[in-house]
């Protein structure tokens, strides 16, 4: 049934009904994770890496209140240029959005949503939201973890930023029954950095690993999704006790200001890139494109799959 507020992009329509792979992107870290006009450049090269890698791209985002995926270059410079100014849309954000024809840029939980709509099983993104450090009394945990625990998507990322709790975040996914994936890793990857101390659920070496997992998920009748984390190459990962000390900056000043609820993980992330200079930008644009290229060649693996069946 086609979803009356959903407008898949005609380039990825078709490739959904040929049964050739599509990967989703997601538009917050256009608007809110990286400054114009890098914002941009990454977003249209990640297209790229995944089309170079034998996919369609659909990035993610609500224009005018249409859920769309697949959006066109004019769509990606707006929400880049916009940055902050465009609606951070989590899934409590979409009625009004979409009841007003509001535009948002979405969130792991909205793109995951709205992919699953779409009928596109795999998104690649850079880091996810979790549990934050002193959630214990905050409450701040990312609907991304609710999304994850409901919505049949597999989820590339680069692991989840240290301003995050990640020993509660592993535990929060356990309870939910979300697989983490290390991709070539047993260690889950601190984003920045291809190591956290904390160990995985399973380590998967190949694309076509990946997507026999995935497969088994759905053939299995489970809900939700599945979490891959695929380690930053070592030559752009950066200096743990530099990212560390950014972090703990960057923590304590949202704490002094009293940075609060949605606001939280977008101004971390601009303290985070301002202490270290462009350093963990460039970082950051490198670790996204490791994932476009993952999420294009499981995506196509994911295909095989389903033609032999
Ligand atoms: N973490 C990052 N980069 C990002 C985000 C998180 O390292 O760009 C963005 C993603 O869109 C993610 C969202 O879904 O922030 C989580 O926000 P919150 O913590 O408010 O749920
Ligand atoms: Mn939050």
Do not use: W
């Not at 791209?57 to 880049?80: M, Q, S």
């Not at 240290?162 to 697989?179: A, F, H, M, Q, R």
């Amino acid at each position: 049934m086609k979803h009356p507020y959903l407008d898949v992009a005609p380039e990825v329509s078709r490739a959904l009904e040929d049964g050739r792979p599509v990967v989703a992107l997601e538009s917050t870290i256009i608007s809110h994770g990286m400054p114009y006009p890098q914002n941009v450049e990454t977003a249209l090269a990640v297209e790229e890496i995944i089309r170079r890698n034998g996919a369609v791209p659909a990035t993610v985002a609500v224009i005018g209140g249409r859920l769309k995926a697949g959006l066109t270059k004019e769509e990606i410079d707006y929400l880049g240029r916009t940055g902050a100014g465009v609606t951070k849309a989590s899934r409590r954000d979409l009625p009004v959005l979409v009841a007003k024809g509001m535009d948002g840029a979405t969130t792991v939980t909205t793109t995951m949503m709205i992919a699953a709509m779409a009928g596109i099983r795999v998104f690649a993104t850079g880091g996810i939201g979790g549990v934050h450090r002193g959630a214990e009394t905050t409450m701040d945990i990312s609907a991304d973890l609710e999304e994850l625990a409901q919505t049949p998507v597999m989820v590339i990322c680069a692991g989840a930023k240290s301003i995050l709790d990640l020993g509660l975040t592993l535990e929060y996914l356990e309870t939910k029954g979300v697989p983490v994936i290390g991709y070539g890793t047993s260690e889950l990857p601190a984003f920045y950095t291809d190591r956290s101390g904390f160990g995985v659920d399973y380590r998967l070496d190949t694309p076509e690993e990946l997507a026999q997992a995935f497969h088994a998920q759905r053939a299995l009748g489970l809900k939700g999704g599945m979490l891959v984390t695929n380690p930053i190459p070592a030559e752009y990962a950066m200096d743990p006790d530099v990212i560390d000390r950014a972090i703990a900056q960057a923590l304590a000043e949202s704490k002094e200001q009293g940075v609060r609820g949605k606001a939280t993980t977008p101004f971390l992330l601009a303290r985070v890139k301002e202490i270290t200079g462009g350093d963990s930008l460039a970082s950051n644009i490198q670790l996204v494109y490791n994932n476009a290229e993952l999420a294009a060649k499981t995506a196509a693996a994911l295909c095989r799959i389903q033609k032999e069946k």
